[in-house]
């Protein structure tokens, strides 16, 4: 379809911002000079003990500068936001059909959302910005739970896309929807020591999966194309 491999915002870009992302945040995660939300003291980055978002601090718990971490976590999210919400923007002229387009415009446009509140999780560093970074991580996974459900039905409706990109985007809807009760609902890491390690991981795994739900779909969109 020539729609779609005209657009780089449908393959391309998407999986071009996901390996800046994965490169550029190992990078992050060396650079992180220690201090977790519970201990001030420890050093380097732990992945059972440290937020995503502590990269992304001005300072590190201790007090320290966070300078090197903090650009590469925060430039990262922000280019990703800016690309998954032009996927979502460009994504939908593809399904077309009559049962398809309702769902496919009302998954964009929460699709969109996700990926403007992706970005202000990067505009927000949580040592400055703490009330705005909480909002914008919040509904981040609320808008693109939205998004993957509607999706989920839209590629399964599709005729032309096999129904396990479908599957695939709907395990990430319920993840999503895991995660989210996990965060709220779950213990909190000052009342429960193991809580910080169950939502530190819990956060790492759903953005692992958010990263293989757009490649997914990438992967569903370039079988489309051929």
Request: hydrophobic content about 50%; some cysteine.
């Amino acid at each position: 379809m020539k729609k779609i491999a005209d657009n780089p915002w449908l393959i391309e870009l998407p999986r071009l911002v996901l390996g800046i992302f994965v490169i550029l945040n190992i990078i992050a995660m060396l650079s992180y000079p220690g201090g977790t939300f519970l201990d001030d003291t420890t050093i380097g980055y732990s992945f059972t003990r440290n937020f995503l978002s502590d990269l992304g601090r001005t300072l590190s718990y201790p007090g320290g500068v966070n300078f090197l971490s903090s650009q590469l976590f925060n430039m990262t999210l922000i280019l990703s936001g800016v690309v998954f919400a032009n996927f979502y923007l460009h994504v939908r002229k593809v399904f077309t059909a009559d049962n398809q387009r309702t769902l496919a415009l009302i998954g964009s446009f929460f699709g969109v959302l996700g990926g403007f509140s992706l970005a202000g999780v990067g505009l927000t560093p949580a040592d400055l910005y703490l009330d705005l970074h909480m909002i914008c991580a919040t509904w981040l996974f609320r808008f693109f739970f939205v998004a993957s459900l509607c999706y989920s039905i839209v590629i399964y409706r599709h005729s032309q896309i096999e129904n396990k990109y479908a599957m695939g985007y709907l395990v990430f809807t319920f993840s999503i929807l895991l995660y989210i009760i996990i965060s709220e609902l779950g213990p909190s890491p000052k009342e429960v020591p193991w809580a910080l390690t169950l939502q530190v991981v819990s956060q790492k795994m759903i953005l692992l999966i958010l990263m293989g739900a757009i490649y997914i779909q990438t992967m569903g969109l370039k079988k489309l194309q051929s």
